[in-house]
């Protein structure tokens, strides 16, 4: 089974950014998923900008698994219907 790994997992690695979650409800389940899927992750709390006329600065949880197991934990949220964050990382202003 995947696990939810601490910080220490991922030291001296290049942690790739898969998902921001902007739902507890949508974290929640892909945190199931990938779980069940055993691909190990890592979650943070932070901050991305969201919103299209009225910006604002929301928080999400951020998705991070290691480069080698990217690909298939984005095919994994794909078949799960989720869109995996593929691009620069959040404008934080």
Excluded: C, H, W
């Amino acid at each position: 089974m995947g696990v939810k790994q601490e910080a220490a997992y991922f030291e001296g690695k290049e942690p790739v950014l898969v998902y921001i979650g902007k739902k507890l409800k949508d974290s929640l389940r892909l945190e199931e998923i990938f779980t069940a899927a055993d691909v190990d992750y890592g979650v943070e709390a932070d901050e991305y900008r969201g919103g299209v006329i009225f910006r604002s600065v929301r928080a999400g949880a951020f998705f991070y698994v290691l480069p080698e197991t990217a690909d298939a934990a984005f095919e994994i949220m794909r078949r799960n219907g989720y869109k995996p964050y593929l691009g620069a990382p959040p404008d934080l202003g």
